[in-house]
């Protein structure tokens, strides 16, 4: 009975849990298909599809979007190899230099954004450097590199060191031990950080408000059509991601489950 009880319980909560998760999700969803320029689903105006016509015609938002995914995949190709070269050396040194150095790194994570942004910005313009999104890019860097840094730490756990003392004794240089043993071995590692990079990018904005200059990206967009009127384009834009990410969480776990058929 008190199995029952429990199993009753635990059921209730995965149910109340997903819910509290999604539902906000399908009600935002839903204002995208709604004809009312309030960004509602009650009351229902009727079915629309005009929310989507009137994102692709809005240019400002889609520059915006343009220039998020630029920022972003650029913050991927700084952030990973910093990231994976600083937990690299963590991982090969010991002592007071190993504690300073992972604090150094961790640091920028337990400050605020706004505090990034501003150091950011104080920092190159004492080095004559324009406003724009390369400075955003910088100042992201500066934080998302230490998520990187601190997933391939974990990974590094499992590496068995004898292998490169081995490969060293069989010959083996350096640059070759790390290209044909050790990345091999974090590119779990590294595809994870590159994802969490991308995406931390996407979604900031402190950082990107003070150093961003006169472009726009796609939170500091939103940010000003809040303050000015938000309409369902906003709603709209927030289905088709939604729905590109469910995609890509798709193919990822067919392309797993297809790979561990083959090795059963």
Same mark, same amino acid.
């Given at each position: 009975?008190?199995?029952?009880?429990?199993?009753f =319980?635990f059921?209730?909560? =995965?149910v109340i849990?997903?819910?509290?998760l999604l539902?906000p999700?399908i %009600?935002m969803?839903?204002?995208?298909f709604?004809?009312?320029r309030? !960004?509602s689903?009650?009351p229902?105006?009727?079915?629309t599809?005009?929310?989507?016509v009137e994102?692709?015609n809005d240019?400002?938002?889609?520059?915006?979007?343009k220039?998020?995914?630029?920022?972003a995949?650029?913050?991927v190709? #700084?952030? %990973?190899p910093?990231?994976?070269?600083a937990?690299?050396?963590?991982?090969s040194i010991?002592g007071?230099t190993r504690?300073?150095l992972?604090?150094?790194m961790v640091a920028p994570?337990?400050?605020?954004?706004?505090v990034?942004?501003?150091s950011?910005? #104080?920092?190159?313009n004492?080095?004559?450097?324009?406003?724009? #999104?390369h400075?955003?890019?910088?100042g992201?860097v500066?934080?998302?590199?230490?998520?990187v840094m601190?997933? %391939?730490l974990?990974?590094?756990q499992?590496?068995?060191?004898s292998?490169e003392e081995a490969?060293l004794?069989?010959g +083996?240089?350096?640059?070759m031990?790390?290209r044909?043993i050790?990345?091999p071995?974090l590119?779990?590692?590294?595809? +994870?950080?590159?994802?969490?990079?991308?995406?931390?990018s996407i979604?900031?904005f402190?950082i990107?408000?003070?150093t961003r200059? !006169?472009y726009d990206?796609?939170?500091?967009y939103v940010?000003?059509?809040?303050?000015?009127g938000?309409t !369902?384009?906003?709603?709209?834009?927030a289905? *088709?991601? *939604?729905?590109?990410?469910?995609?890509?969480a798709?193919v990822v776990e067919l392309?797993?489950r297809r790979?561990? +058929?083959k090795?059963?």
């Amino acid at each position: 009975m008190t199995t029952k009880k429990s199993d009753f =319980l635990f059921r209730l909560y =995965l149910v109340i849990f997903l819910a509290y998760l999604l539902l906000p999700l399908i %009600v935002m969803g839903g204002a995208a298909f709604n004809d009312s320029r309030f !960004p509602s689903v009650f009351p229902w105006a009727g079915f629309t599809l005009n929310w989507f016509v009137e994102l692709w015609n809005d240019a400002r938002l889609i520059n915006s979007f343009k220039n998020t995914i630029l920022v972003a995949l650029a913050v991927v190709l #700084l952030s %990973v190899p910093i990231g994976a070269a600083a937990a690299i050396l963590i991982n090969s040194i010991g002592g007071a230099t190993r504690s300073i150095l992972y604090g150094l790194m961790v640091a920028p994570i337990l400050t605020p954004g706004a505090v990034i942004g501003i150091s950011t910005l #104080l920092f190159w313009n004492k080095l004559a450097v324009p406003l724009g #999104l390369h400075l955003a890019v910088l100042g992201q860097v500066s934080y998302i590199a230490a998520f990187v840094m601190l997933l %391939v730490l974990a990974r590094l756990q499992s590496f068995d060191r004898s292998l490169e003392e081995a490969a060293l004794d069989l010959g +083996a240089s350096h640059s070759m031990v790390l290209r044909r043993i050790l990345l091999p071995h974090l590119y779990p590692a590294l595809g +994870a950080g590159a994802v969490i990079a991308f995406f931390q990018s996407i979604e900031n904005f402190n950082i990107t408000l003070f150093t961003r200059g !006169p472009y726009d990206t796609l939170t500091v967009y939103v940010f000003s059509k809040v303050r000015s009127g938000i309409t !369902p384009t906003i709603n709209a834009l927030a289905v *088709i991601l *939604i729905a590109v990410t469910l995609t890509g969480a798709l193919v990822v776990e067919l392309r797993r489950r297809r790979v561990q +058929a083959k090795s059963a």
